[in-house]
């Protein structure tokens, strides 16, 4: 059978099945299966990709990670990381907005999850706000917009897959090249959330008493030392991602378990299972997306999409533009894992060709496609949010706007200085 009929059977299933609401990973496995009959290619080879696609030892690193991550969220971990927010930034203007942003940050220095951030710190801060006042969908807002920091602060999951999908970029460099680009989004998002405040009269927040001031720190330093084991035995050079994360789960049970006690040693049973469902989800999605980008590359897809993006413009300025507006639309209705292992090899063509450092572009992607995360009709974090604050999807979306734009902005900005992204990992890994 022709390649354009196959492209076609491609297409039109994944669009035809993913509409008939089956999970992501099914729809890409079937399309992938569906695509490889029309072309007579042996059925098994599917299985063997998908296999080939979490044969890595670099994304080990992920259930480490996950499993610390659950570890201290099931802890009291967000409410500490709100009092030491709320000591910073607190007794400002619409600080209560501002906590949300700091704390959102600290905790995806621990958890490098967006959907982790903003069901852990949205539980303590969302119905907080709400006591003191403010409008429920803006609580909302800012929180799963601050929770987007998640998924470029380190030490973020998605760059582990970003790094096995692009063939091997250095994931410490990445974790690096995140770190400028997220705390420009945290002074972008608490500049919108005081402007706000200021407009619709948002309290103050209440200083926090002097004799608290201690406890708050040590709690605040204890609970930041799991990033601080990950990232710092990574750029040290004293052990690789994958060790950093299972050194951070050791120190994460004993502050949970032994130190705070927050939690019975049974209750591990529950962290197991919940972490164990959470990194089977991703693996598989991980998986079904390396087969169907597989069948992306047979059918030579990444090789017309440079030429066309090429013929469109041999202007960097344009075609970056283009390809952050196309990923900002896929963003909408696709997870995230699944398309940064599809979009890597279609677009890593085009990027290379216009010069453009891998990791910079990893920090490009992956911001991009968090801001998906927030964006209907799908919108993963958007969603949990939601249902936290029980708040319509409507009002949350409107209230979300400003945030929205602020984001996108940001995005721009890191895409067209490079340095913003570059300058830690050149400092560092020379």
């Known amino acids: 059978m022709s390649t354009t009929i196959s492209l076609i059977v491609l297409c039109a299933s994944f669009v035809i099945l993913l509409l008939l609401r089956f999970p992501v990973s099914l729809v890409l496995a079937l399309s992938s299966l569906l695509t490889a009959m029309t072309l007579d290619l042996p059925l098994p080879n599917i299985a063997l990709r998908m296999v080939h696609g979490i044969d890595s030892y670099s994304l080990l690193a992920i259930p480490f990670f996950i499993l610390a991550g659950q570890i201290m969220s099931e802890g009291g971990l967000a409410l500490r990381l709100v009092n030491l927010a709320q000591l910073i930034v607190g007794a400002i203007r619409g600080g209560l907005a501002m906590v949300n942003c700091l704390a959102c940050m600290l905790f995806g220095n621990i958890s490098g999850s967006a959907a982790a951030d903003v069901s852990s710190v949205g539980s303590v801060m969302i119905p907080m706000m709400k006591k003191k006042n403010y409008e429920p969908s803006f609580s909302v807002a800012v929180t799963s917009a601050a929770a987007i920091q998640g998924v470029v602060m380190p030490p973020s999951h998605n760059m582990i897959i ?32 005081y402007i706000i405040a200021r407009k619709r009269g948002y309290p103050k927040g209440e200083p926090v008493k002097l004799k608290e001031v201690p406890k708050i720190l040590l709690d605040g330093i204890l609970s930041l030392m799991t990033g601080v084991i990950i990232l710092g035995g990574i750029f040290s050079g004293w052990f690789t991602a994958t060790e950093s994360g299972a050194i951070a789960c050791v120190y994460a049970f004993i502050l949970t378990f032994f130190w705070y006690r927050d939690l019975p040693l049974s209750h591990m049973k529950v962290i197991f299972l919940k972490t164990f469902r959470t990194v089977a989800m991703v693996l598989f999605l991980i998986a079904a997306s390396n087969a169907f ?9 990444p090789q017309l999409i440079t030429e066309a993006l090429l013929t469109i413009s041999d202007s960097p300025f344009i075609i970056l533009l283009i390809i952050n507006v196309l990923l900002l639309i896929l963003g909408a209705p696709l997870d995230m894992a699944p398309l940064i292992v599809i979009m890597t090899p279609i677009l890593y063509p085009v990027i290379t060709s216009l010069g453009m450092d891998p990791v910079h572009f990893g920090i490009v992607l992956i911001l991009n496609l968090g801001i998906g995360l927030i ?56």
């Open 162 to 193: 970003y790094a096995v999908a692009a063939g091997g970029v250095s994931i410490s460099s990445l974790f690096l090249a995140g770190v400028v680009p997220c705390l420009i989004m945290l002074v972008a998002l608490m500049a919108t959330s």
């Open 293 to 301: 980008a597989w069948i992306l590359t047979y059918l030579k897809v």
């Open 375 to 430: 964006t209907p009709p799908v919108g993963t974090v958007l969603f949990v949010g939601c249902a936290i604050g029980r708040v319509g999807i409507e009002s949350a979306t409107r209230a979300l706007i400003p945030y929205f734009l602020v984001l996108v902005g940001v995005l721009f900005l890191i895409t067209y200085v490079p340095q913003i992204s570059l300058w830690l990992p050149n400092l560092f890994m020379k």
